[in-house]
């Protein structure tokens, strides 16, 4: 099992930048891919970024341009997701989440709080 905390979320003005971290601890030596979520409220979580451990990234259109997914260390246990020229509508809890090649980890952290005020 993996245990994850997202850290770095906070209150800050429509245009401004935010970096999150993720720190993964337990049996992460199966990780093939890291990722980040969100969810704003009462709406579904959903997929933000993804990272393969080989570096390829992808991103979802609407954050594509604005954030930025990287690795803290090589043993994929240390993710960041940099997120410039925020707008209100990235309001959300942020959580991290990984995969192995069975799928992904059920457990969630608690997931840090991004506020964008306009």
């Known amino acids: 099992q993996v245990q994850f905390v997202e850290s770095g979320g906070g209150l800050v003005q429509a245009g401004g930048s935010l970096k999150l971290s993720c720190a993964a601890s337990g049996s992460t030596t199966s990780i093939i891919s890291m990722h980040w979520y969100r969810q704003a409220p009462g709406k579904e979580r959903e997929l933000v970024a993804s990272m393969h451990v080989s570096g390829n990234t992808n991103y979802q259109d609407p954050v594509k341009g604005r954030f930025t997914i990287s690795r803290g260390n090589p043993r994929n246990t240390v993710w960041y997701l940099q997120m410039n020229s925020l707008i209100p509508e990235d309001t959300a809890v942020y959580y991290c989440?990984?995969?192995?090649?069975?799928?992904?980890?059920?457990?969630w952290g608690q997931g840090t709080q991004v506020t964008v005020s306009s």
């Open positions: 989440n990984a995969r192995t090649a069975w799928g992904q980890y059920k457990n």
